[in-house]
C-alpha cells in the first residue's frame, strides 16, 4: 500500500504562485512516474502534469504549458507542482498520483488540497 500526502494549497489572488508537494510513502515503493490531477465543482477530473520518475521527462495539459512546472526529488519520494500565474480557472482540488507497476497508469492517490484563486 503506498500513501500519497499532498500539501501546499490554499487561497491566492491571480497572477500569484502556489507550490504543491506530494510525498509517497510505502514499505517498499518504487515510483514511475507521478501525476498531477485536478478537479473543479461540477467538472471531471482533468491531467494537468506528469513527470516520469526516472528520466524526469515530462508533459503538461495545454492550459498550465508555461505557467506550470512539475518536477522530483527522488531521494525524497516527492513530487512538486510549481504553479505561476495562476488564473481564477486554476481553482480546483488538486491530487497527485503515482504509477508504481511501470503500467502508464495511475495506481494510487493522494487525498488532494484544495487551490482557489481569487481575481
Known amino acids: 500500500q503506498v500513501q500519497l500526502v499532498e500539501s501546499g494549497g490554499g487561497l491566492v489572488q491571480a497572477g500569484n504562485s502556489l507550490t504543491l508537494s506530494c510525498v509517497a510513502s510505502?514499505?517498499?515503493?518504487?515510483?514511475?512516474?507521478m501525476g498531477w490531477f485536478r478537479q473543479a465543482p461540477g467538472k471531471e477530473r482533468e491531467f494537468v502534469a506528469g513527470?516520469?520518475?526516472?528520466?524526469?521527462?515530462?508533459e503538461y495539459a495545454d492550459p498550465v504549458k508555461g505557467r506550470f512546472t512539475i518536477s522530483r526529488d527522488s531521494a525524497k519520494n516527492t513530487g512538486y507542482l510549481q504553479m505561476n500565474s495562476l488564473r481564477p480557472e486554476d481553482t480546483a482540488v488538486y491530487y497527485c498520483?503515482?504509477?508504481?507497476?511501470?503500467?502508464?497508469?495511475?495506481?494510487?492517490w493522494g487525498q488532494g488540497t484544495q487551490v482557489t484563486v481569487s481575481s
Open positions: 513527470i516520469s520518475w526516472g528520466r524526469g521527462q515530462t
Open positions: 498520483a503515482v504509477d508504481v507497476v511501470d503500467s502508464e497508469e495511475y495506481d494510487y
Open positions: 510505502a514499505d517498499t515503493l518504487r515510483i514511475y512516474a
